[in-house]
Nanobody, 124 residues
Framework: QVQLVESGGGSVQAGGSLRLSCAVS????????MGWFRQEPGKEREGVAA????????YYADSVKGRFTISQDNAKNTVDLQMNSLKPDDTAMYYC?????????????????WGQGTQVTVSS
């Protein structure tokens, strides 16, 4: 089992920055990919960023490329999402995810675990 707990959400004005953190605990051998998703009310959940635990290139949604950076802190067992130049369109509930497989064009292939989510609100 893998447990994911997000933190760092909040409200910010357009152009500002936030850093989300996902505390990861537990272990499951099939998990080799970590990432972040987001969901607005009434819309489908979409992948934002993801990477393979062993290293390599990361996936970013076109809408966040150049503004968001996903990283891992092995000492703290966290997966972080640095969000810069935030826009009102970035307003959503952000979810940490653990799963298997990564497609550099589509993101995480098989999500196995979700966190509870953290709200990000960007005002204009």
């Amino acid at each position: 089992q893998v447990q994911l707990v997000e933190s760092g959400g909040g409200s910010v004005q357009a152009g500002g920055s936030l850093r989300l953190s996902c505390a990861v605990s537990g272990y499951f051998s099939s998990v080799n990919c970590m990432g972040w998703f987001r969901q607005e009310p009434g819309k489908e959940r979409e992948g934002v960023a993801a990477f393979l635990i062993g290293g390599g290139s990361a996936y970013y949604a076109d809408s966040v490329k150049g503004r968001f950076t996903i990283s891992q802190d092995n000492a703290k067992n966290t997966v972080d999402l640095q969000m810069n130049s935030l826009k009102p369109d970035d307003t959503a509930m952000y979810y940490c995810a653990a799963g298997h497989g990564l497609d550099l064009g589509l993101g995480m292939i098989d999500v196995m675990y979700w966190g509870q989510g953290t709200q990000v609100t960007v005002s204009s």
